[in-house]
């Protein structure tokens, strides 16, 4: 899908208690809004806070018109509250935007900008101190050398096109792993220079339990973007590996115990473990194919309805 400037943008702001940042971030937008040449709209999503987040934000609609707002009732993450913004969003360019005003809407304009240059998505690269620099370097060059991507920062802001979500299944906390699924589906992916504020009200969400998560999610989105691609090529090969070896022990075992007549009852239990292994490894393989196989058709049936729904639209 080809954009061009006059194409609304939808800014998607996901809010956990942030009441103290809803009425100057609505104010900071509508003056960017003011001086930009390009058309947005903000959809504010309530996370199911705890305190007068929601309050401020029907406060900001009744003040300003290019306001839509959702509420959760209760918090249900970052992930599902960009979910809930996307259904919402009327725009053919979203905009991801926290509402903690550590990135500021003047800087959005910017962040689009590569989109009308043939970009499918462009991703924000912190420019700043900030209290989790060492932690976001590490995951940051890993997820490089795991993903072969160039981009320097997968965490940051995002704008991309409607359209790049349309084959791409974000699970809980995937939001992070958005970049990397773009990139598999050959989206063209680009980056931005944004500043990084300290926050102002309100506290971090960032817990250290969001590390050893983080690590496991990066292996899950890897397995997804190569093993299950191919599985049994996977399980196969280790399979195979296991096989052989337990062949050419089992052949050391009969030689040991009719040539030269030693039993050595060891050996016969590493047999049994490594063919047992290598029988196991190609079933987990067998009913991965299967398993992948019915992801994909599930795949082309939602690209299928998508396309009916877009001629419908049409």
């Excluded at 809010?15 to 903000?42: D, H, P, V, W, Y």
């Excluded at 089992?250 to 063919?275: D, H, K, T």
């Excluded at 690209?303 to 001629?311: G, P, Q």
Aim: include cysteine; charge should be positive.
């Amino acid at each position: 899908m080809s954009v061009k400037q006059n194409n609304l943008i939808s800014v998607i702001v996901p809010a956990f208690n942030e009441e103290g940042n809803i009425a100057e971030f609505c104010r900071q937008f509508a003056e960017m809004t003011a001086k930009s040449k390009l058309r947005f709209e903000l959809v504010l999503i309530d996370d199911g806070s705890g305190d007068g987040t929601y309050d401020k934000i029907v406060e900001a609609a009744n003040t300003y018109s290019f306001i839509k707002y959702r509420r959760h009732p209760y918090n249900l993450g970052l992930t599902e509250g960009l979910q809930t913004g996307f259904a919402a969003a009327a725009g053919d360019i979203y905009v991801f935007y926290p509402a903690d005003l550590q990135y500021l809407p003047e800087d959005i304009p910017a962040l689009v900008e590569p989109i009308f240059h043939g970009a499918d998505l462009v991703t924000g690269w912190k420019q700043g101190k900030y209290k989790k620099r060492f932690v976001s370097t590490i995951y940051n060059y890993l997820s490089r050398k795991i993903f072969n991507l160039k981009v320097h920062d997968l965490n940051a802001v995002k704008a991309f096109k409607a359209d790049v979500l349309k084959n791409i299944f974000l699970r809980r906390d995937w939001h992070r792993y958005l970049v990397v699924l773009a990139a598999d589906k050959g989206h063209q992916i680009a980056e931005v220079k944004i500043p990084l504020y300290e926050r102002k009200w309100g506290k971090s969400k960032f817990s250290v339990w969001r590390i050893p998560i983080g690590v496991l999610d990066m292996l899950a989105v890897k397995a997804q973007l190569s093993l299950l691609k191919k599985p049994l090529l996977f399980f196969g090969l280790f399979g195979s590996i296991a096989l052989i070896l337990g062949g050419l022990v089992g052949i050391i075992a009969l030689y040991l115990r009719y040539v030269q007549n030693e039993g050595f009852r060891p050996l016969l239990y590493l047999v049994l473990l490594l063919i047992g292994t290598g029988l196991s490894l190609f079933i987990l393989g067998f009913l991965a194919e299967g398993l992948a196989a019915v992801r994909e058709e599930l795949a082309a049936m939602r690209k299928k309805l998508d396309n009916i729904d877009d001629n419908i639209k049409k």
